[in-house]
Protein backbone atom coordinates (compact mmCIF):
# COMPACT_ATOMS: atom_id res chain seq x y z
CA UNK A 1 0.00 0.00 0.00
CA UNK A 2 1.10 3.81 -0.95
CA UNK A 3 2.03 5.68 2.37
CA UNK A 4 -0.68 7.54 1.09
CA UNK A 5 -3.37 5.56 1.67
CA UNK A 6 -1.62 4.22 5.30
CA UNK A 7 -1.59 8.30 6.30
CA UNK A 8 -5.28 8.90 5.09
CA UNK A 9 -6.33 5.87 6.91
CA UNK A 10 -4.88 6.23 10.03
CA UNK A 11 -5.86 10.18 9.83
CA UNK A 12 -9.11 8.98 9.59
CA UNK A 13 -8.81 6.31 12.30
CA UNK A 14 -7.29 9.01 14.69
CA UNK A 15 -10.17 11.57 14.18
CA UNK A 16 -12.77 8.79 14.28
CA UNK A 17 -11.31 7.88 18.00
CA UNK A 18 -10.83 11.35 18.69
CA UNK A 19 -14.85 12.42 17.75
CA UNK A 20 -15.91 9.29 19.75
CA UNK A 21 -13.57 10.72 22.67
CA UNK A 22 -15.26 14.39 22.58
CA UNK A 23 -18.60 13.13 22.33
CA UNK A 24 -18.47 10.72 25.38
CA UNK A 25 -16.98 13.32 27.03
CA UNK A 26 -19.05 15.95 26.26
CA UNK A 27 -22.74 14.40 25.50
CA UNK A 28 -24.74 16.23 27.90
CA UNK A 29 -23.47 19.24 27.18
CA UNK A 30 -24.00 18.08 23.38
CA UNK A 31 -27.80 17.35 24.52
CA UNK A 32 -28.67 20.63 26.36
CA UNK A 33 -27.37 22.10 23.19
CA UNK A 34 -29.50 19.96 20.70
CA UNK A 35 -32.45 20.48 23.34
CA UNK A 36 -31.95 24.44 23.44
CA UNK A 37 -31.08 25.72 20.07
CA UNK A 38 -30.78 22.16 17.50
CA UNK A 39 -34.05 20.67 18.02
CA UNK A 40 -36.03 24.43 18.24
CA UNK A 41 -34.14 25.50 14.91
CA UNK A 42 -35.46 22.07 13.04
CA UNK A 43 -39.16 23.14 14.46
CA UNK A 44 -38.90 26.71 12.97
CA UNK A 45 -37.11 25.51 9.79
CA UNK A 46 -37.67 21.81 9.36
CA UNK A 47 -40.45 20.58 10.94
CA UNK A 48 -40.86 17.35 9.39
CA UNK A 49 -37.13 16.31 10.11
CA UNK A 50 -37.72 17.32 14.18
CA UNK A 51 -38.91 13.63 14.85
CA UNK A 52 -36.03 11.83 12.72
CA UNK A 53 -33.96 14.09 14.26
CA UNK A 54 -34.89 13.49 17.57
CA UNK A 55 -35.22 9.88 17.35
CA UNK A 56 -31.39 9.84 16.14
CA UNK A 57 -30.85 11.32 19.15
CA UNK A 58 -32.25 8.42 21.22
CA UNK A 59 -30.94 5.57 19.21
CA UNK A 60 -27.19 7.92 20.03
CA UNK A 61 -27.71 8.10 23.69
CA UNK A 62 -28.81 4.47 23.70
CA UNK A 63 -25.14 3.50 23.16
CA UNK A 64 -23.02 6.55 24.54
CA UNK A 65 -25.43 6.73 27.85
CA UNK A 66 -24.19 3.16 28.98
CA UNK A 67 -20.67 3.46 27.88
CA UNK A 68 -20.79 6.55 29.98
CA UNK A 69 -21.71 4.69 32.76
CA UNK A 70 -19.30 2.01 32.05
CA UNK A 71 -16.12 4.91 32.47
CA UNK A 72 -17.99 6.87 35.46
CA UNK A 73 -18.17 3.21 37.17
CA UNK A 74 -14.50 2.04 35.91
CA UNK A 75 -12.86 5.99 37.42
CA UNK A 76 -14.90 4.84 40.94
CA UNK A 77 -13.52 1.58 41.21
CA UNK A 78 -10.17 3.38 40.22
CA UNK A 79 -10.50 5.06 42.78
CA UNK A 80 -11.77 3.24 45.52
CA UNK A 81 -9.00 0.14 44.94
CA UNK A 82 -6.03 2.87 45.20
CA UNK A 83 -7.69 4.48 48.61
CA UNK A 84 -8.03 0.89 50.21
CA UNK A 85 -4.27 0.18 48.46
CA UNK A 86 -2.92 3.19 50.27
CA UNK A 87 -5.37 1.81 53.39
CA UNK A 88 -3.76 -1.64 53.25
CA UNK A 89 0.09 -0.05 53.32
CA UNK A 90 -0.89 0.41 56.96
CA UNK A 91 -4.02 -1.77 58.10
CA UNK A 92 -2.84 -5.13 58.56
CA UNK A 93 -5.57 -6.86 59.20
CA UNK A 94 -9.47 -6.52 60.21
CA UNK A 95 -11.14 -9.09 62.27
CA UNK A 96 -14.61 -9.42 62.76
CA UNK A 97 -16.09 -11.44 65.47
CA UNK A 98 -19.79 -12.54 66.11
CA UNK A 99 -20.27 -13.84 69.46
CA UNK A 100 -23.99 -15.19 70.62
CA UNK A 101 -24.14 -14.18 74.34
CA UNK A 102 -26.09 -15.42 77.38
CA UNK A 103 -28.68 -12.82 77.16
CA UNK A 104 -29.56 -14.10 73.31
CA UNK A 105 -27.73 -11.00 72.04
CA UNK A 106 -25.17 -10.88 69.47
CA UNK A 107 -22.05 -9.17 70.59
CA UNK A 108 -19.97 -7.99 67.53
CA UNK A 109 -16.56 -7.52 68.20
CA UNK A 110 -13.95 -5.40 65.61
CA UNK A 111 -9.70 -5.36 66.19
CA UNK A 112 -7.74 -3.93 64.04
CA UNK A 113 -4.32 -4.25 63.46
CA UNK A 114 -2.36 -1.41 61.84
CA UNK A 115 1.30 -0.39 61.85
CA UNK A 116 2.46 3.05 62.67
CA UNK A 117 5.44 4.57 62.70
CA UNK A 118 6.86 5.78 65.89
CA UNK A 119 10.26 7.33 66.44
CA UNK A 120 11.52 5.54 63.26
CA UNK A 121 10.28 2.25 64.26
CA UNK A 122 7.06 0.62 62.74
CA UNK A 123 4.66 -0.16 65.56
CA UNK A 124 1.80 -2.54 65.62
CA UNK A 125 -1.39 -1.04 67.26
CA UNK A 126 -4.18 -3.24 68.43
CA UNK A 127 -7.86 -1.27 68.64
CA UNK A 128 -10.86 -3.53 69.87
CA UNK A 129 -14.50 -2.12 69.61
CA UNK A 130 -17.54 -4.07 71.07
CA UNK A 131 -20.86 -3.87 70.47
CA UNK A 132 -24.26 -5.51 71.10
CA UNK A 133 -26.62 -6.60 67.79
CA UNK A 134 -29.96 -6.12 69.08
CA UNK A 135 -31.41 -7.26 66.34
CA UNK A 136 -30.91 -10.60 64.50
CA UNK A 137 -31.66 -8.93 61.04
CA UNK A 138 -28.97 -6.94 61.68
CA UNK A 139 -26.32 -10.01 61.50
CA UNK A 140 -24.83 -10.22 57.99
CA UNK A 141 -26.37 -13.11 56.13
CA UNK A 142 -23.50 -15.64 56.33
CA UNK A 143 -23.36 -15.45 60.26
CA UNK A 144 -27.32 -15.47 60.74
CA UNK A 145 -27.57 -18.32 58.10
CA UNK A 146 -25.01 -20.38 60.09
CA UNK A 147 -26.51 -20.04 63.20
CA UNK A 148 -30.08 -20.73 61.93
CA UNK A 149 -28.87 -23.63 60.30
CA UNK A 150 -26.14 -24.74 62.18
CA UNK A 151 -26.59 -23.70 65.42
CA UNK A 152 -23.24 -21.72 65.07
CA UNK A 153 -22.68 -19.46 67.81
CA UNK A 154 -18.96 -17.83 67.01
CA UNK A 155 -18.41 -16.52 64.10
CA UNK A 156 -15.03 -14.49 62.47
CA UNK A 157 -14.57 -12.44 59.74
CA UNK A 158 -11.31 -11.60 58.14
CA UNK A 159 -12.71 -8.16 56.53
CA UNK A 160 -9.73 -7.53 55.16
CA UNK A 161 -9.27 -10.59 53.12
CA UNK A 162 -12.88 -10.16 52.15
CA UNK A 163 -12.52 -6.28 51.16
CA UNK A 164 -9.23 -7.77 48.69
CA UNK A 165 -11.63 -10.50 47.38
CA UNK A 166 -13.99 -8.49 46.27
CA UNK A 167 -11.96 -5.72 45.07
CA UNK A 168 -10.17 -8.44 43.24
CA UNK A 169 -13.28 -9.89 41.88
CA UNK A 170 -14.65 -6.19 41.19
CA UNK A 171 -11.66 -5.39 38.86
CA UNK A 172 -12.16 -9.06 36.86
CA UNK A 173 -15.93 -8.37 36.39
CA UNK A 174 -15.03 -4.71 35.12
CA UNK A 175 -12.49 -6.54 32.80
CA UNK A 176 -14.83 -9.05 31.20
CA UNK A 177 -17.65 -6.49 31.30
CA UNK A 178 -15.31 -4.15 29.08
CA UNK A 179 -13.96 -6.80 26.69
CA UNK A 180 -17.29 -7.87 26.22
Same mark, same amino acid.
Given at each position: ?9 ALLTFLIVGTVAVVLTFWNQILNWADQTLFPWIR?? @? ?5 ? %? #????? $??? *?? =? ?52 ? @? ?5 ? %? #????? $??? *?? =? ?44
Amino acid at each position: MPIDVLFVQALLTFLIVGTVAVVLTFWNQILNWADQTLFPWIRDN @LPGLEQH %V #RHAFA $EVH *KV =VGPIRKNFKTLKQFTEIKEAWEMLRKYLLKVLVQFELNTQNQWVKRITSWATRE @LESKQVV %V #RREVQ $EIV *KD =VDSLPDDVRLKWLERGTKTHDMDMTKVRDDELRDGERELTMTNHN
